[in-house]
């Protein structure tokens, strides 16, 4: 069998994705990556592994370890779904801006931050 990655489980789509991998039972585990392991708890079926990784795609060392701890999985990765992005954070204060107006500088380059995140 495969592993399936869905970047970005723990909230909306990514979300979604994990609990529609789990219930077609294509893939004997679905690595469900966020920045908190605790929002895919129990995810999982009896039939396929949702195991969860820790990633903050603002930080280096976060995106290796959680490749290390996907490449250290049984069976070899055929799909990856990158559903990351941030519309609101609350620990900066980043909100949906309604106008133009209220665009901020630092919310726009957060934003670009985690949605087209890349190793620097």
Avoid: W
Wanted: glycine residues 8%.
């Amino acid at each position: 069998m495969a592993s399936a990655l869905v970047q970005g489980a723990s909230r909306g789509i990514g979300r979604a994705m994990v609990k529609d991998l789990v219930a077609r039972g294509t893939f004997t585990t679905v690595y469900a990556a966020c920045r908190d392991p605790g929002d895919v708890q129990g995810l999982g079926s009896e039939r396929v592994t949702v195991k969860p990784i820790r990633i903050d795609l603002t930080d280096n060392e976060s995106m290796r370890a959680a490749a290390a701890d996907v490449m250290e999985g049984e069976d070899p990765l055929a799909l990856v779904i990158n559903a990351a992005g941030l519309l609101h954070d609350a620990s900066t204060g980043m909100a949906p801006e309604r106008k133009l107006e209220d665009l901020e500088p630092e919310a726009i380059r957060r934003c670009f931050e985690v949605s087209v995140a890349r190793p620097h």
